[in-house]
Protein backbone atom coordinates (compact mmCIF):
# COMPACT_ATOMS: atom_id res chain seq x y z
CA UNK A 1 0.00 0.00 0.00
CA UNK A 2 2.72 2.33 1.07
CA UNK A 3 4.71 1.31 -2.53
CA UNK A 4 1.29 1.83 -4.14
CA UNK A 5 0.81 5.53 -2.72
CA UNK A 6 4.43 6.64 -3.15
CA UNK A 7 4.76 5.91 -7.00
CA UNK A 8 1.26 7.73 -6.76
CA UNK A 9 3.09 10.77 -5.58
CA UNK A 10 5.39 10.70 -7.60
CA UNK A 11 3.96 10.00 -10.58
CA UNK A 12 1.57 13.87 -9.86
CA UNK A 13 5.04 15.63 -9.23
CA UNK A 14 6.61 14.71 -12.04
CA UNK A 15 3.30 15.53 -14.32
CA UNK A 16 3.04 18.75 -12.73
CA UNK A 17 6.92 19.23 -13.03
CA UNK A 18 6.13 18.37 -17.11
CA UNK A 19 2.44 20.81 -17.54
CA UNK A 20 4.27 22.42 -20.39
CA UNK A 21 5.53 21.14 -23.58
CA UNK A 22 8.95 19.67 -23.30
CA UNK A 23 11.07 22.29 -24.79
CA UNK A 24 15.30 23.13 -24.67
CA UNK A 25 13.42 26.54 -23.78
CA UNK A 26 13.32 29.12 -22.62
CA UNK A 27 16.73 28.89 -20.34
CA UNK A 28 20.24 28.24 -21.49
CA UNK A 29 19.21 24.83 -20.17
CA UNK A 30 18.43 22.40 -22.37
CA UNK A 31 15.84 19.64 -21.24
CA UNK A 32 16.69 15.95 -19.95
CA UNK A 33 13.66 14.09 -21.29
CA UNK A 34 13.86 12.84 -25.34
CA UNK A 35 10.67 13.11 -27.21
CA UNK A 36 8.49 10.27 -27.53
CA UNK A 37 9.07 7.71 -30.76
CA UNK A 38 7.65 9.52 -33.55
CA UNK A 39 6.84 13.16 -32.46
CA UNK A 40 8.28 15.91 -34.10
CA UNK A 41 9.00 19.92 -32.47
CA UNK A 42 10.02 22.77 -33.79
CA UNK A 43 11.49 25.64 -31.04
CA UNK A 44 12.36 29.13 -32.58
CA UNK A 45 13.70 32.20 -30.52
CA UNK A 46 14.29 36.29 -31.46
CA UNK A 47 17.10 37.33 -29.31
CA UNK A 48 17.84 41.02 -28.83
CA UNK A 49 21.45 41.90 -27.89
CA UNK A 50 22.05 45.46 -25.73
CA UNK A 51 25.65 45.68 -26.27
CA UNK A 52 27.55 48.78 -24.52
CA UNK A 53 30.68 49.84 -24.75
CA UNK A 54 31.93 50.92 -21.17
CA UNK A 55 35.23 52.23 -22.27
CA UNK A 56 33.30 54.70 -24.99
CA UNK A 57 29.97 56.16 -22.75
CA UNK A 58 29.23 58.33 -25.92
CA UNK A 59 29.39 55.06 -28.16
CA UNK A 60 25.53 54.17 -28.55
CA UNK A 61 24.27 50.21 -27.51
CA UNK A 62 25.31 47.84 -30.30
CA UNK A 63 21.92 45.76 -31.53
CA UNK A 64 22.79 42.52 -32.38
CA UNK A 65 20.87 39.34 -32.09
CA UNK A 66 19.55 36.06 -33.21
CA UNK A 67 16.25 36.36 -35.88
CA UNK A 68 15.19 33.56 -35.11
CA UNK A 69 17.32 30.68 -33.41
CA UNK A 70 15.27 27.31 -34.82
CA UNK A 71 15.79 23.55 -33.84
CA UNK A 72 14.11 20.80 -35.43
CA UNK A 73 13.86 17.83 -32.80
CA UNK A 74 12.32 14.41 -34.15
CA UNK A 75 11.79 11.42 -31.99
CA UNK A 76 13.26 7.90 -33.43
CA UNK A 77 13.26 5.86 -30.11
CA UNK A 78 11.57 5.87 -27.22
CA UNK A 79 14.99 6.83 -25.23
CA UNK A 80 16.53 9.10 -28.55
CA UNK A 81 16.11 12.08 -30.94
CA UNK A 82 17.63 13.41 -33.81
CA UNK A 83 18.04 17.51 -33.66
CA UNK A 84 18.89 19.99 -36.06
CA UNK A 85 19.75 23.53 -35.67
CA UNK A 86 20.89 27.26 -37.59
CA UNK A 87 19.66 30.21 -37.23
CA UNK A 88 19.58 33.87 -39.20
CA UNK A 89 21.69 36.60 -37.19
CA UNK A 90 22.12 40.00 -37.36
CA UNK A 91 25.13 42.54 -36.43
CA UNK A 92 25.16 46.16 -37.29
CA UNK A 93 29.18 46.23 -36.93
CA UNK A 94 29.90 42.90 -38.86
CA UNK A 95 32.09 44.66 -41.80
CA UNK A 96 31.30 41.16 -43.89
CA UNK A 97 27.69 41.29 -43.64
CA UNK A 98 25.31 42.86 -41.64
CA UNK A 99 22.96 39.55 -41.61
CA UNK A 100 23.63 36.29 -42.22
CA UNK A 101 22.99 32.34 -41.52
CA UNK A 102 24.43 30.56 -38.65
CA UNK A 103 26.61 27.35 -39.37
CA UNK A 104 24.20 23.88 -39.58
CA UNK A 105 24.60 21.70 -36.40
CA UNK A 106 23.49 18.13 -36.26
CA UNK A 107 22.97 16.31 -33.50
CA UNK A 108 21.33 14.04 -31.03
CA UNK A 109 19.81 13.14 -27.31
CA UNK A 110 20.00 10.01 -25.40
CA UNK A 111 17.90 9.15 -22.42
CA UNK A 112 20.66 7.93 -19.75
CA UNK A 113 17.95 7.41 -17.17
CA UNK A 114 14.62 8.90 -16.43
CA UNK A 115 15.73 12.45 -15.74
CA UNK A 116 19.29 12.44 -17.23
CA UNK A 117 20.46 12.70 -20.94
CA UNK A 118 23.06 13.65 -22.95
CA UNK A 119 23.21 15.46 -25.79
CA UNK A 120 25.62 16.10 -28.74
CA UNK A 121 26.17 18.11 -31.74
CA UNK A 122 28.38 18.32 -34.85
CA UNK A 123 28.97 21.97 -35.98
CA UNK A 124 29.08 22.40 -39.27
CA UNK A 125 30.78 25.69 -41.22
CA UNK A 126 28.52 26.30 -43.91
CA UNK A 127 27.26 29.34 -42.43
CA UNK A 128 27.37 33.28 -44.55
CA UNK A 129 31.13 34.66 -43.88
CA UNK A 130 31.49 36.82 -40.96
CA UNK A 131 29.08 34.77 -38.97
CA UNK A 132 30.31 31.38 -39.40
CA UNK A 133 32.55 29.70 -37.01
CA UNK A 134 34.62 28.90 -40.08
CA UNK A 135 35.80 25.22 -38.51
CA UNK A 136 33.92 22.33 -37.93
CA UNK A 137 33.09 21.80 -33.70
CA UNK A 138 31.64 19.36 -31.21
CA UNK A 139 29.25 19.83 -28.60
CA UNK A 140 28.94 17.84 -25.61
CA UNK A 141 26.35 18.21 -22.99
CA UNK A 142 24.87 16.46 -20.01
CA UNK A 143 21.38 17.93 -18.63
CA UNK A 144 19.43 16.64 -15.30
CA UNK A 145 16.09 17.50 -13.89
CA UNK A 146 15.24 16.81 -10.33
CA UNK A 147 12.02 17.23 -9.87
CA UNK A 148 9.94 18.47 -6.62
CA UNK A 149 6.32 18.12 -6.26
CA UNK A 150 5.96 21.67 -8.74
CA UNK A 151 9.31 22.70 -8.89
CA UNK A 152 12.38 21.64 -10.71
CA UNK A 153 16.11 22.14 -10.54
CA UNK A 154 17.83 21.75 -14.24
CA UNK A 155 21.34 21.64 -14.50
CA UNK A 156 23.39 21.60 -17.47
CA UNK A 157 27.29 21.01 -18.16
CA UNK A 158 28.90 20.82 -21.80
CA UNK A 159 31.67 21.78 -23.60
CA UNK A 160 32.51 22.70 -27.49
CA UNK A 161 35.77 21.96 -28.90
CA UNK A 162 37.45 22.93 -32.00
CA UNK A 163 40.35 24.79 -33.52
CA UNK A 164 40.42 28.54 -33.70
CA UNK A 165 40.97 29.51 -37.23
CA UNK A 166 41.78 32.45 -36.44
CA UNK A 167 44.67 32.29 -33.83
CA UNK A 168 45.33 28.58 -34.85
CA UNK A 169 45.05 27.22 -31.07
CA UNK A 170 42.67 24.83 -29.80
CA UNK A 171 39.97 26.45 -27.82
CA UNK A 172 37.10 24.81 -25.19
CA UNK A 173 34.15 26.97 -24.35
CA UNK A 174 32.14 25.32 -21.39
CA UNK A 175 28.88 26.34 -20.24
CA UNK A 176 27.49 25.40 -16.88
CA UNK A 177 23.79 26.01 -15.77
CA UNK A 178 21.67 25.83 -12.79
CA UNK A 179 17.91 26.71 -13.12
CA UNK A 180 14.98 26.51 -10.61
CA UNK A 181 11.30 26.77 -12.10
CA UNK A 182 8.10 26.28 -11.02
CA UNK A 183 4.62 25.41 -12.11
CA UNK A 184 2.19 28.09 -10.86
CA UNK A 185 -0.45 26.17 -12.89
CA UNK A 186 -1.27 23.68 -15.24
CA UNK A 187 -0.15 25.75 -18.18
CA UNK A 188 2.46 28.44 -17.02
CA UNK A 189 6.25 27.94 -15.85
CA UNK A 190 8.47 30.52 -14.40
CA UNK A 191 12.24 30.43 -14.04
CA UNK A 192 15.50 31.73 -12.95
CA UNK A 193 18.64 30.72 -13.86
CA UNK A 194 22.43 31.60 -13.15
CA UNK A 195 25.02 30.27 -15.24
CA UNK A 196 28.62 30.65 -16.63
CA UNK A 197 30.70 30.79 -19.85
CA UNK A 198 33.72 29.84 -19.77
CA UNK A 199 36.74 29.58 -22.76
CA UNK A 200 39.68 28.48 -22.63
CA UNK A 201 42.11 28.94 -25.70
CA UNK A 202 45.82 27.21 -26.27
CA UNK A 203 47.66 24.85 -23.73
CA UNK A 204 49.71 24.98 -20.87
CA UNK A 205 51.95 28.69 -21.05
CA UNK A 206 49.62 29.43 -23.88
CA UNK A 207 46.83 29.31 -21.66
CA UNK A 208 43.86 32.25 -22.09
CA UNK A 209 41.36 32.33 -19.71
CA UNK A 210 37.89 34.25 -20.41
CA UNK A 211 35.04 33.90 -17.82
CA UNK A 212 31.62 35.34 -18.55
CA UNK A 213 29.08 34.73 -16.14
CA UNK A 214 25.03 35.21 -16.48
CA UNK A 215 21.69 35.41 -14.78
CA UNK A 216 18.23 35.05 -16.65
CA UNK A 217 14.52 34.67 -15.85
CA UNK A 218 11.15 34.30 -17.42
CA UNK A 219 8.57 32.13 -18.43
CA UNK A 220 6.53 29.40 -20.59
CA UNK A 221 2.89 29.11 -20.95
CA UNK A 222 1.24 26.81 -22.93
CA UNK A 223 -1.32 28.38 -25.36
CA UNK A 224 -2.56 24.72 -26.53
CA UNK A 225 -1.47 20.79 -26.20
CA UNK A 226 0.57 21.64 -29.27
CA UNK A 227 1.84 25.43 -29.09
CA UNK A 228 3.66 27.37 -26.71
CA UNK A 229 5.11 30.67 -25.68
CA UNK A 230 8.04 32.37 -23.73
CA UNK A 231 9.66 35.49 -22.70
CA UNK A 232 12.70 35.74 -20.73
CA UNK A 233 15.48 38.44 -20.03
CA UNK A 234 18.84 37.91 -18.54
CA UNK A 235 22.37 39.45 -18.20
CA UNK A 236 25.82 37.86 -19.46
CA UNK A 237 29.19 40.05 -18.13
CA UNK A 238 26.28 43.42 -17.36
CA UNK A 239 25.32 42.93 -21.05
CA UNK A 240 21.28 42.52 -21.06
CA UNK A 241 19.67 40.51 -23.39
CA UNK A 242 15.99 39.82 -24.01
CA UNK A 243 14.26 36.47 -25.61
CA UNK A 244 10.71 35.71 -26.95
CA UNK A 245 10.25 32.23 -28.29
CA UNK A 246 7.42 29.84 -30.03
CA UNK A 247 7.57 26.15 -30.22
CA UNK A 248 4.66 23.83 -32.03
CA UNK A 249 5.04 20.02 -32.71
CA UNK A 250 3.56 16.96 -33.62
CA UNK A 251 3.24 14.56 -31.19
CA UNK A 252 0.22 12.92 -28.63
CA UNK A 253 0.35 12.58 -24.45
CA UNK A 254 2.37 9.55 -23.43
CA UNK A 255 3.59 8.04 -20.37
CA UNK A 256 6.22 5.62 -20.02
CA UNK A 257 5.96 2.45 -17.72
CA UNK A 258 7.66 4.19 -14.68
CA UNK A 259 5.41 6.83 -14.49
CA UNK A 260 7.05 9.75 -16.10
CA UNK A 261 5.15 11.59 -18.48
CA UNK A 262 6.15 12.39 -22.07
CA UNK A 263 5.52 14.98 -23.77
Keep these: MKK ?4 LFLFFCAAQIQAQINTDRPSLSDNSYVLPL ?11 NFIQNNTQPNNPTRYTGLLPFSSFRLGIHKKFELRLATALLRDPQNSQAQYGISDLELGFKLQIKDNVAWISHLGIPNGTEGHSLGTQYFTNKISATLPIENTS ?12 PVT ?14 HNINPN ?3 FIEAFLKYQA ?8 IFKAPGVDFGFAHKLSPN ?21 W ?13 EF
Excluded at 168 to 181: E, M
Excluded at 201 to 208: F, I, K, V
Excluded at 250 to 261: D, E, I, S, W, Y
Design 38 to 48: GAFQNENGFQI
Design 188 to 190: TYV
Design 4 to 7: WLLS
Design 227 to 247: TQIDFSYGYIKNQPFLNVGFS
Design 201 to 208: SGLAANLT
Design 153 to 164: IKTNMGVTLFNN
Design 168 to 181: GKSQRNWLATVALG
Design 249 to 261: GAFKRQFRTTGTP
